[in-house]
């Protein structure tokens, strides 16, 4: 007897809804870009509550427009923005775990806070490992369902593991863990090498503006609106790129990098937004307010630390 089940068809795919696990690590030689949720701390509440260990695959939804019918009891988490989700047409609680029932519907409609919700199942969702990761990146086309990078499609089957433990009890994240994604946020960015070849004006400007997020965003880079920033460099060699990466182009308009970047680029950086404040930004919707927060490889190093020991 297989050990995989069916837990849900796919009744309406809405624009985007990619399955995530912790992102593909240790390929970037070969061009290949990282994948993984582009808020790493929605995502790993989601699958906290739903018991799962870090990685564990599970469902990112973008906007919403998703519309999944339950074809087998499990538990399941929603963390994340508020895409106005319901079941059987009611609100379903976020941040917290629940049972759904063969039958039943889990939809998310259009967003009210946030951009990305992470959908969560016990045992998390199965899917065939693609140089080591399921993460889903359509660019590349690698990952997800099909191992070919493809975003989910009405009459797609998620399945997950028939052993899951689903009669744990139910559980919620508490207060200090749910952000509030309306607030603007202050994005700490360490300085990077080529900080000191901005001109001073730009360099005030950079951390002391308030900065809207452009309609020109997905998971490969968010491009921010603002004063120009000016930089003295001329033509440079292109090197590696990390995530949160800034980078700022001869418009002089800043673009953060994501998770689906390009694995190399040429353009002088003002250096790079820590992992959670990637996170807090990929939550953003255009129009957003977001603001600049220089900080330091130790401070940054603790913060992230401290995160990742709460879920392993």
Known sequence: MSDVQSLFEVRRAGPLALLQDAGR???????????????PHAWAWANRLAGNAWGTT?????MGGLELESTEET????????????????ALPLWRSLRVRPGQRLA??????GLRAYLAVAGGFAAEPVLGSTACVPREGFGGLDGLGRKLEEGDVLSGSRLAETSSPEQQAPEDARPDYVAVPRLALLPGAQIAEFEGRSLYQAF????????????????????????RLGGMISEGIGLGAVQVPPDGQPIALLNDRQTI???????ALTPLAC?????CLPGQEVSLVATSPARAHDEYRRFLASFR
């Open 25 to 39: 690590f240790g390929v970037r030689r070969l061009g290949v870009t990282q994948g993984g949720p582009a808020d």
């Open 58 to 62: 599970a469902l990112e939804v973008t």
């Open 75 to 90: 538990l399941v988490a929603v963390c994340g923005a508020d895409l106005g989700a319901t079941l059987d047409g009611d």
């Open 108 to 113: 998310f409609t259009q967003p009210v806070n």
């Open 208 to 231: 002391n503006t308030t900065w809207r997020v452009d309609d020109r965003a997905d998971r490969m880079g968010v491009r921010l609106r603002g004063p120009q920033l000016r930089c």
């Open 265 to 271: 680029g040429g353009y002088p950086r003002l250096g």
């Open 279 to 283: 996170a807090r930004l990929a939550q």
